[in-house]
């Protein structure tokens, strides 16, 4: 599939670990990973959510889109999946973690040694502004157990 920022377009695949019951996202470049995401989509009663792992753009291809990419297409698989929410931690000695998050609409809630971000999603705001973007977007995962969490 193809995700499309600042007039840029990116290759992504999502890719589905059975065995840990978890996604990871990634943006190539070519077969190059340049930028991840590692998350799982939890259903419950009364809403359900994606809760993210790991974000995460390679030093090589900061500042090129990558990560902005990567966020889109998280947000646009969770409306897929009628997630409501974006959820996770990070720690604090990650210094671009906070103002990645800030950039994006993240809540951040510091806790102890961790800090929690929460996102309720805007449907229309994905549906207006990140849908158009994301195109061959096909609900078919590859099953991989190669990455982890």
Not at 117 to 130: A, G, H, M, P
């Amino acid at each position: 599939m193809k995700v499309k920022v600042c007039n840029k377009e990116f290759e992504a695949k999502i890719l589905y670990n059975q065995e840990q019951n978890s996604y990871r996202i990634e943006i190539l470049d070519n077969s190059n990973i340049m930028g991840y995401a590692t998350f799982k989509l939890k259903r419950n009663k009364y809403q359900d959510s994606i809760w993210l792992y790991k974000i995460e753009t390679y030093p090589k291809y900061a500042h090129t889109g990558v990560g902005t990419a990567t966020i889109n297409l998280l947000e646009y698989f969770a409306l897929q999946n009628r997630a409501q929410v974006v959820e996770g931690k990070f720690y604090p000695e990650n210094e671009f973690a906070k103002p990645f998050y800030n950039k994006y609409g993240y809540s951040i809630d510091k806790e102890d040694y961790e800090t929690y971000i929460y996102k309720t999603l805007d449907y229309k705001r994905i549906k207006e502004n990140i849908e158009p973007n994301i195109t061959k977007y096909e609900e078919q995962f590859d099953n991989q157990s190669e990455f982890s969490m």
